[in-house]
């Protein structure tokens, strides 16, 4: 089944090279097309090592009785936390980050018969917003969006039920997991059942779209120059990022730099995206983050980026505007919206923007092109 979400990249494609998709495992030493400096990088600071910061982002039991209450709080103030005791199985984390380990291990030459298209959404590539950056990133990635069948027949002309079978799992358990945490979210804003009806009959989000993305980052003989995955956030309402025992993720904690997510044994990591941004007329902000790498271990994510039914519009709850809180958004459907991001990447949040907000806040990547972070 061709993805709902293809379209939005249909004008903007993405001409990468396979040349930039390299065997990894060859380099002694950082190739200077991959080491980035303070120029290269939109947020402004480079990889670098580690900084102690005392902060450290929020992890909420979703089996605790506060829990809707901690989760307002943590998208208030951080845009992203961890949840524990979420549900899914975690057999089934371990089995798929073997199959997705499995993917980025096979030959190049046999994942390239995957690749994906310019125009394309599903496939093996590098990440998407490499187009935006003159230096490359040390990660391969993995997209799928709607089934892998085509894909994985290609990888796996053998056993590619097996793989699909997981994937399909996993999709369906972290399906059932974003739309709690939609709830959870939306809850914490005093939004009821009956202000989204896109959420469907049920008030069960059946209807959404969403696709899985997978990150392998080889271990790296030069770190602190090299850069994962660049600064962006999601376009999604939010997403769910598994992270193997490796930590790599940061984000950006307004006046603090950046803050390293670390792994907790069978935790998800749980992302504010731009359309939730725009939902909450900036009241719960997007996240700004990277990956950095490691110089001794793989790491390894996979990230499921949730989105709203592909015809509806995402604007600002009308609960939530009013005399004093004008609408800050104008109305986008996941579709435009991507495409727009596709465009103008870090600057599609303002560019969607219809007035200046009240309060003083601005976007995160507004911000982030005055203020120097790190
Ligand atoms: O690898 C990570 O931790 C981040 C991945 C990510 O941000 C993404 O896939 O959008
Ligand atoms: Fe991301």
Redesign the pocket.
């Known amino acids: 089944m061709p993805s709902r979400l293809t379209d939005a990249f249909r004008a903007h494609p993405v001409h990468l090279h396979h040349k930039h998709l390299l065997d990894f495992t060859s380099f002694q030493e950082l190739p200077d097309s991959y080491k980035w400096t303070q120029l290269d990088d939109h947020a402004h600071c480079p990889p670098g090592g580690d900084s102690f910061v005392a902060e450290s982002v929020p992890v909420i039991d979703l089996s605790d009785p506060n829990a809707l209450k901690k989760i307002g709080h943590a998208c208030k103030t951080w845009g992203v936390f961890q949840v524990t005791n979420h549900g899914v199985p975690s057999t089934l984390l371990d089995i798929t980050e073997k199959a997705s380990m499995s993917l980025f291990s096979l030959p190049i030459q046999q994942k390239l018969k995957a690749a994906r298209l310019p125009d394309g959404v599903s496939g093996y590539g590098v990440a998407r917003i490499a187009s935006f950056f003159s230096k490359l990133m040390w990660s391969e990635g993995f997209t799928v969006a709607g089934s892998p069948l085509e894909h994985f027949r290609q990888l796996w002309p053998q056993d590619y039920s097996k793989f699909c079978d997981i994937i399909e799992e996993y999709q369906l358990e972290m399906q059932k997991l974003a739309a709690r945490l939609m709830w959870l979210t939306l809850g914490s804003l005093g939004i009821t059942r009956e202000d989204i009806k896109w959420a469907g009959p049920k008030s069960d989000f059946k209807e959404t779209s969403a696709a899985l ?1 997978f ?1 392998y ?1 080889p271990a790296c003989p030069d770190p602190d120059r090299a850069m ?2 660049a600064a ?1 956030t ?1 376009s999604t309402l939010l ?1 769910i ?1 598994y ?1 193997n025992s490796t930590s ?2 940061q984000v950006l904690r307004e006046g603090t730099g950046w803050v390293t997510v670390p792994p907790i044994p069978g935790g998800l990591v749980i992302n504010v995206g731009d359309l939730l941004h725009i939902l909450s007329n900036g009241l719960y902000p997007s996240v700004l ?1 990277r ?1 950095v790498v490691n110089r001794t271990k793989h ?1 390894l ?1 996979m ?1 499921y ?1 949730y989105g709203p039914p592909p015809s509806v519009k995402i604007s600002p709850l009308s609960k939530l505007v009013g005399p004093s809180q004008p609408p800050l958004y104008r109305p986008v459907t996941w579709n435009e919206y991507l495409g727009t991001k596709a465009k103008h990447f870090n600057k599609a949040l303002s560019s969607v923007r219809v007035c200046a907000p009240l309060n003083g806040f601005v976007d995160v990547n507004d911000h982030n092109n005055r203020v120097k972070v790190g």
Do not use: P
């Open positions: 993305q990150n980052y994962g995955l962006h999601d997403t990022l992270q790599g993720l983050h990956a790491r994510s990230a980026l």
